[in-house]
């Protein structure tokens, strides 16, 4: 091996020569391994030398080359040892370009109760990932863009898109990234959702600390025209986090953060529903403090949360000034045995107490309901098969005792109890039939009663009780699965009836051969009024299957879905309905993609909607549609693989 | 709740020369005769208000007057000419005084009432950005003269999700639960995904409510074969629970069909409490082979090794020959390479991961016409005596690409 490399590139052959006199017999006793791995019978060996050439690409980093021998009584000897560096070139250690896009042409041979739609439709779909690494930085990108001829058929509402982007430089002390990304962890002023922003890390050496600087869209979801997300200053939300941690001794660690979030939001987010919602503009800000503590190598961990916020809860310059309130949160958890230590039983208990202030709100985390304090302790016990959580959580609300609110207290509880096979059942036994077992009983209780009612309104007063009980099966060739379970309110004041919910349900996948598979399910959902003794049936029924025809060249699919609520019992909105879909495919693998080459796939796909409304005894409606799809796949991958 | 009141006179009464009046008021809600009521308003709430109106009044007859207000009106903005909101049908009636010694000696009066202010009238009155409502009567005491008086009820911003109770007088409803909030994302905490085929996804509504009672609601998914048209929505589970608990929620979808390739859509439909909305739709897409997945590879068939106890050189591991195949290695692991060792045995059907971040104790690399293999010397003296490892195969094409592997296994050396 030259001496004098300095480095080699991923899928640069490795040769070695020997010192003359070396026998061909002598061979067959040398072994080479590369990273403690014998590629000996990859090797071309010679008496002169050996020349490997690795078949993927070796990935950036220090490999260990080593050539041994053995002798006659099996003594080994190292003949030599070298160490390679692999990197892509003097500037570079690493380069990969990951791709796969994507065309697909659809058209339209039938629909019954033709919408109108266009019968062709094109889509396009190209997705990247690349990463470029120095000695300093690293650099790493990843984007999905994403057309469609029609609005109506893009993932994100938009003809043309990038659903998804992001992108990130980081060095020893500094790391900025663009895109879609988590801003910050989950806290009570932090949802911890993926947004669209900016953000950037600088490390301290100073307590060993961070700072975090980042501006985010209010929204979950920006298309392409909102570019970062952060060109609207009515929907922009900006912060800062620092962090610092430590250890004050051996097995212990603390970690200390804050956050502050400052902005305004405009619109709900994409997926979300908020009843008065309204075209306004919230002003907020938010800031919190947390302590987390993990002592005796993780068998204490305690945490503790200050939080405060304003929010102008009517919209900016409107009406009301913006509010302030706080909330805390503090929790413990006792892990005598953590994880990883083999033991015979495991156990863990916690506690959480919480006050979320009525007007608490911060921006980046509006999902959080206020008004409330309570506390809640929590178990889990694993031994061998079983496992046992438990939990119990008491909490109110009117923290500020308004005579015009009820004050309410909620206790709850609820047990799990487990129990999954691991063991291989006895032959003979009536589980070799079944399957491996697993099963899973759940019971819970729930109360909630009023502690003051103001004057005019009914009391809260009710409780509901429920129990459950799931047992699957997993065999050789498949599983099978069942469950039943009860649940009842009762509500003692009689505004609300009380209830009964049962459900049933039953599903298996079959695997017949190597080729063929098929699923069956059956789910009952049934509610019965105690009063009347009226009875709400709801059920679905599937069956599906797909079969290789031509292994890894012809498929076809084929779904069955029945579904009838029968609901016309009900005292309150009677209903009763069927409805049966039907769909089938038939999918041709022409040719496979590869990369930097086109794989070419044709499906031809039908599907059947019936509608029928046994109530009013309407027409049954059928809906129907045929569509033919070619579709071209082609991956792309630059260096290879690694290893 | 301390009053707040305003004496302010909007009509002036007029006083017809050659009325047959006997009474007149002269003065009301002002000076020494400020109108109050006892408290504010939270806007969206239900709230009766004591109001006291007071003023002075003339009363010539002997039998005394008869102060009268037909209705009041809540108004918001300019107390006359500001927009209404709503009305109050109930009348006020008061008899006031008799005649005094001298003539034209006025009268002091109060009218005390409690009006009820809906809920919607605060709300409305809020929504328009008021901060204050005004309760506004015209006053008469037999003639054509009238008065017309005003007081103003501060609003207070209502707590944010505080729970509001059921009214005694409203009907009972199927479920006592009223939606706050409903977010649909997957669980990976996004609104789209792209996965791979077969690849498991769940999305999630978490949602938050007041009151308690039962929630019924069903996850749909619109398959690839309709989607290109109208698409059909096709239940695959109904939600029917109590909430009551914490005002929080999370309901988790069963695993998201993704058999074939396409793109998805999957909604959840709440039925009761009745939800009109066509929001709560997420859109996914399933593809044969996303650049994110790629890590997930097949799994591969072994056949078990041909001896396992003494492990020796000899001892043989065989496959199933995997097709464009260059290489394939065995890995041996003296720890579990991934992570925390899952629950129970290992998943041997689900798709296996391609690489590790760990690098494997050793190992062996043989070529891809090959479909069984013996350690060799190099891998058995690597193997600790009394040692434990975790041992796989993987298939590698020319590329390098990772084809399938077999799943982990365990390996005690004795």
Same mark, same amino acid.
């Given at each position: 091996m030259p001496e004098d490399r300095t480095f080699f590139q991923p899928r640069e052959g490795l040769q070695l020569a020997f010192s003359p006199g070396v026998a061909e017999a002598e061979l067959n006793h040398m072994y080479l391994e590369l990273n403690a791995v014998d590629v000996s019978d990859l090797t071309r060996w010679t008496p002169r030398g050996l020349q490997y050439q690795p078949p993927h690409g070796l990935t950036p980093g220090v490999h260990d080359l080593r050539l041994i021998y053995f002798d006659e009584n099996d003594q080994l000897h190292e003949i030599g040892s070298w160490s390679l560096e692999v990197r892509h070139s003097e500037a570079l250690l690493s380069v990969t370009l990951d791709s796969q896009s994507e065309v697909t042409a659809n058209a339209r041979l039938n629909e019954r109760n033709d919408s109108g739609s266009r019968g062709r439709n094109v889509q396009a779909y190209s997705e990247w990932s690349g990463a470029m690494e120095t000695d300093r930085w690293r650099l790493q990108s990843q984007a999905e863009i994403a057309y469609a001829n029609r609005r109506q058929q893009s993932i994100t509402g938009n003809r043309l898109d990038m659903p998804s982007f992001s992108m990130q430089a980081r060095s020893d002390w500094l790391r900025v990234a663009v895109g879609d990304q988590r801003m910050g962890q989950s806290s009570l002023v932090m949802n911890g959702y993926q947004q669209r922003g900016v953000a950037s890390d600088v490390q301290l050496d100073t307590l060993n600390s961070s700072i975090s600087l980042f501006s985010m869209s209010g929204q979950r979801a920006a298309g392409v !025209?909102?570019?970062?997300?952060?060109? !609207?200053s009515n929907d922009r939300i900006n912060g800062a986090r620092w962090d610092s941690s430590w250890q004050p001794g051996q097995g212990h660690a603390i970690q200390l953060s804050a956050t502050r979030v400052t902005g305004r939001i405009s619109q709900a987010d994409a997926g979300t529903w908020n009843s008065g919602s309204f075209t306004r503009v919230n002003d907020g800000e938010a800031w919190n403090a947390t302590v987390d503590g993990s002592f005796f190598d993780r068998a204490l961990q305690v945490r503790g949360e200050r939080a405060a916020s304003e929010y102008d809860f009517d919209g900016h310059d409107f009406g009301f000034a913006p509010i302030s309130d706080d909330a805390w949160s503090g929790s413990l958890v006792l892990d005598p045995l953590p994880m990883g230590q083999d033991t015979p039983i495991n156990w863990q208990l916690g506690a959480e107490a919480r006050k979320i202030g009525g007007y608490f709100r911060s921006l980046a985390n509006r999902q959080l309901s206020g008004d409330r304090h309570g506390i809640e302790f929590f178990a889990a016990v694993q031994r061998d098969k079983w496992t046992l959580d438990a939990d119990f959580l008491k909490e109110r609300n009117n923290l500020d005792h308004d005579p015009d609110y009820a004050r309410t207290e909620t206790r709850q509880w609820s047990m799990q109890l487990g129990y999954s096979d691991y063991e291989v059942p006895d032959a003979g036994s009536l589980l070799e039939w079944l399957g491996q077992p697993s099963y899973t009983l759940t019971l819970d209780d729930m109360q909630r009663r009023d502690q003051y009612t103001p004057i005019g309104y009914w009391p809260n007063d009710l409780e509901s009780r429920g129990a459950r009980l799931e047992a699957s099966f997993a065999r050789e060739l498949g599983y099978w699965s069942a469950g039943l379970g009860q649940e009842r309110l009762t509500d003692n004041t009689g505004w609300q009836p009380d209830t009964e919910t049962r459900f049933l349900q039953w599903q298996a996948g079959i695997d017949i051969g190597d080729h063929h598979q098929l699923n069956l399910g059956w789910q009952l959902d049934q509610t019965r009024y105690r009063a009347g003794n009226e009875r709400v049936n709801q059920q679905i029924y599937t069956v599906g299957g797909n079969s290789q025809l031509i292994p890894g060249r012809l498929s076809v699919s084929l779904d069955l879905n029945f579904s009838r609520n029968d609901a016309e019992e009900d005292p309150f909105f009677a209903q009763y309905q069927d409805s049966l879909y039907t769909s089938g495919q038939l999918h041709w693998h022409i040719r496979e993609a590869r990369p930097r080459r086109p794989g070419l796939d044709l499906s031809l796909s039908f599907s059947r909607n019936t509608l029928r409304d046994r109530l009013y005894n309407d027409p049954t409606q059928h809906d129907h549609q045929v569509w033919l799809e070619l579709r071209t796949t082609l991956p792309t991958r630059y260096p290879g693989g690694g290893s | 709740m301390k009053i707040v009141s305003m004496a302010w006179i909007l009509a002036v009464a007029t006083w017809l020369a050659g009325s047959s009046a006997h009474a007149q008021i002269i003065s009301l809600c002002e000076g020494m005769n400020a109108c109050s009521s006892n408290r504010g308003v939270a806007v969206g709430i239900d709230t009766r208000v004591m109001l006291s109106w007071r003023g002075e009044a003339i009363v010539a007859s002997p039998t005394g007057g008869r102060l009268v207000s037909d209705q009041g009106l809540f108004r918001i903005g300019d107390p006359r000419k500001g927009e209404t909101l709503g009305s109050v049908k109930s009348p006020l009636f008061q008899s006031i005084g008799t005649q005094r010694?001298?003539?034209?000696e006025a009268v002091r009066f109060t009218v005390n009432e409690t009006v009820r202010v809906p809920s919607e009238v605060s709300r409305r009155a809020a929504d328009a950005g008021a901060t204050e409502l005004h309760f506004v009567r015209q006053f008469s005491m037999g003639g054509d003269a009238t008065m017309i008086a005003f007081q103003t009820i501060p609003l207070q911003p209502s707590v944010p999700g505080r729970d509001i109770a059921a009214m005694i007088d409203e009907e009972p409803r199927s479920t006592g639960v009223r939606l706050e909030r409903v977010s649909l994302l997957f669980d990976r905490a996004s609104v789209t995904e792209t996965i791979d085929v077969a690849e498991t996804l769940r999305a999630e509504a978490r949602i938050r409510y007041q009151g308690a009672g039962l929630i019924n609601a069903v996850w749909e998914v619109a398959m690839p074969a309709s989607i290109q048209g109208d698409p059909f929505f096709v239940p695959i589970a109904r939600v029917r629970d109590y909430l009551g608990g914490t005002r929080e929620v999370t309901l988790e979808s069963p695993v998201l069909p993704s058999r074939e390739a396409g793109i998805y859509r999957v909604r959840l439909r709440v039925l009761e409490p009745s939800l009109v909305t066509d929001e709560l739709l997420l859109s996914y897409r399933v593809t044969e082979e996303s650049v994110q997945q790629r890590q997930r590879v097949p799994t591969l068939d072994m056949a078990p090794p041909s001896q396992l106890r003494p492990i020796d050189e000899n001892t043989e591991f065989r496959w199933q020959p995997v097709r464009d195949a260059d290489v394939y290695r065995l890995e041996f692991y003296d720890q579990w390479p991934d992570g925390e060792l899952p629950e129970g045995r290992f998943n041997d059907t689900m798709p296996q991961q391609a690489g590790f971040a760990l690098s494997p104790s050793t190992g062996l690399m043989v070529d891809g016409g090959q479909s069984s293999a013996r350690l060799g010397r190099a891998v058995v003296h690597r193997l600790r005596p009394g040692g434990s490892y975790y041992w796989r195969l993987v298939a590698i094409d020319g590329e390098g690409r990772v084809l399938g592997a077999s799943p982990l296994q365990s390996l005690a050396i004795p």
């Open positions: !025209d909102d570019g970062l997300g952060l060109s !609207d | 010694e001298r003539e034209k």
